[in-house]
Structures are given as C-alpha cells and as structure tokens.
C-alpha cells in the first residue's frame, strides 16, 4: 500500500512541477536548465558549471551576467548536498524570474524524473527547456500480457505504447492420441498432470515478473480457446494478480504476435481503466453521501481534516484542479497558525490574527499536505480528473476534496 501512495504522489508532484515550470519566462537569456545522467559524477558537474561560470562573464548585459551567475552559484550550492547522482538522474531548472514591479525573484527546481535522464546537458535560454521530460509526462502504467493456449504460452509486457515479450513456454502437453498399451484412463491423468505442471510454471513465472512490479496496473489475459478463462477461473494466480485481471480476449495466437493482437484487442478496455476507477470511486462516495445519516463519507476540507487525523479515512479523494496551497505563517507578535489560500496569493500574508506582517514557515501544493496527512494512518489517496462529469461534480459540488471513510465519525 506505501508504494501505491507514493507512486501516486510522485506522478502528481512530477506533473505538478511541470505545469509550474512549462509557463515561466525569464527577462533575458538567463534561465538555466541542467540535466544529469546517473552516470556523471557530481564533481564533473561542479567543474563544467564553474567553467560556464567564468565564460558567463563575456555576456554583455550586465544584468543579464549577474543572473546568470547567481542562478549558476544556487545550482551549485544544491548540487553539494548531492553524494551522488540518483538513479533516474535529476534534473534542475534554476534561474531569475519576474515579480511585481522591476523585481525578480531566483526560483530553483529539482525534479527527480520517473523515468531515466540520458543525456547530460546544460542549457541558457529565456525559458526553460523541458523537452527530455514531456514524455515522461504520459501515462506510463504497466500492464502484464499473457497469452496462452494448451500448446504454449507467452508473457509480455504493456508500457505505454511498449510491447516487450519477456518469456515464451511451450507446453509439453502430449497431444490427444494415447500409444498403443496404455490405458485410456491413465493416459488422460497423465494429461491432466502435465497440463497443471504447465499452469503452474506459467503462473509461477507470472509471479515472478509482475508481482512486485512498480506501476502495474492490471493483468490481460488472451489466447484463442478456452485455456485462458481455465487459466484464470481456476485460480492459478497469484491472489494479488488476480484482483488485478482486467479481463480475458480472443486472440488467433499465443506467440509475440499474440501479445500484438492481444493490446489490439483490449485497447478500449485500457483506456478506459483508469478514468473507469475514477468514476467508481466518486460514485462510491456520492451513494456514501446519499445515505440518509451520510454513510461513510466526508467532504469539505475542515471535516475530512478531521476525519484524516483521527485515522477514520478509507480513501480520501482529490480533485486535481483545486488550485490551493496550504501555508504555514507566524507574525512578529507570535501568532503562529496554518491555512489554506489560492494559488499565486501565498505571499505577503497579513496576520489573521493582528493584521501584522508574517513569515511563511511552510508552503506546499494543498495535495501534499493532504498526502502526508493520509500517509499517518495508510488512508489510500487517489487524484481525481476533471476528464469525468464524476471529477467536475467532486470539485464543484464537494470543493475537491472528500473521503469514503472506515468508520462513522461524529
Ligand atoms: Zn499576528
């Protein structure tokens, strides 16, 4: 369950961060985007950002220069708290930004990418440079494939548009005509036998290479005949892998070509998984707040706060269109107190308390409040589209953020 949360956490907070950065624009040529490779060294990185470093001084502007060199000096200052490079790489988007007025303000982004950076590379241009990453951005669930039939099998892998066969079997079935001197009945035990060998090879490899899987998302199942339901219905399985068969499809074959055929003919049914669960929850939580006495459900971010903190929370649901960040300030005369604003008005807060200026201790994306408060109790998290009338409804009727809960809570 922790690594479902987190996995859906750091989907939304990749993609997050790149809507914020996707529409920054500096003054001047002055935004630095720098990508590392887990193969480089950090002082290697150190050593080519001193070298831009003095080459900077032969920009013109020198305002421009100035900039430059601060964004450089911040990377570099980030970079030392590195070891190493991590195993993705990262990648750092640092440079001045406009603020009100003729001021500026240094903005520093390190992502952890989802997936793998390969090329070094550094970068000053007025805007970010974002493209190694826009492909990352697409949905890059799992799915396992299998397709069989009596006579073989073959294992592969869904990601993306990827089809990766993993492993083929052949059966070792014999076939239906017994030799001459056994007896009927035996023979077909011997069938029998030698056909629950093979399911359970197929099943154990299943196992093995989807079980612990990150991002799997569901298992399909294919083949021409009746051996892929057989397969499934009697429970071959691993009991986790079973919840997550998304269903069985016919295919002409069970060879990489079957596994071709196999995505062919599931297509809808993947595209419509993800929002299909989506719907479910908040139809799930909508007959909850139908019920008379409102069943197990909570809305409204004071109420499912509440209910958060005293581990009541099933699966708490959010829309990923509130826009909201929670903040913590304290004023020069002491009042210290947390809140929830709109974006973009999470600066200059006046007290609420006294009126007076105040510091802002802690500022994040309201999603990862909420992530870390669910994350206490195991609450489960999901983010909710706006594709779905179900996901328009969760943020417009309920404010976007609402829980089916464990218990009732008063
Ligand atoms: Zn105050």
Redesign the pocket.
Known sequence: MDEVVSAERARYDFKKAMQEIVDIRGRGTELISLYIPQSKQIFEVMAYLRDEYSQSSNIKSKGTMKNVQGAIDSIMSRLKTFKSVPPNGIAIFCGEVPRAGDQTRMVQFVINPPEMITAFLYRCDSQFYLDPLKGMLLDKKSYGLIVIDRNECTLGLLTGSRIEPLKHFDSLIMGKHRQGGQSSVRFERLIEIAAHEYYKKVSDSVTDLFLDRPGMEGILVGGPGYTKDFFVKEGYLHHELQKIVIDTFDTGYTDEYGLKELVENAKDAILDIGLVKEKDLVQKLFSEIRKQDGGLSSYGEEEVRSALSMGAVDTLLISDGLGKRRIEVE?D?G?RYEATVPEGRDEDIA?R??G?NTTILKNEDIVDDMFENAEMFNSRVEIISMDSEEGQMLLNAFGGIAAILRYKVA
């Open positions: 004023c005369n009042h007290c308390e006294c007076e």
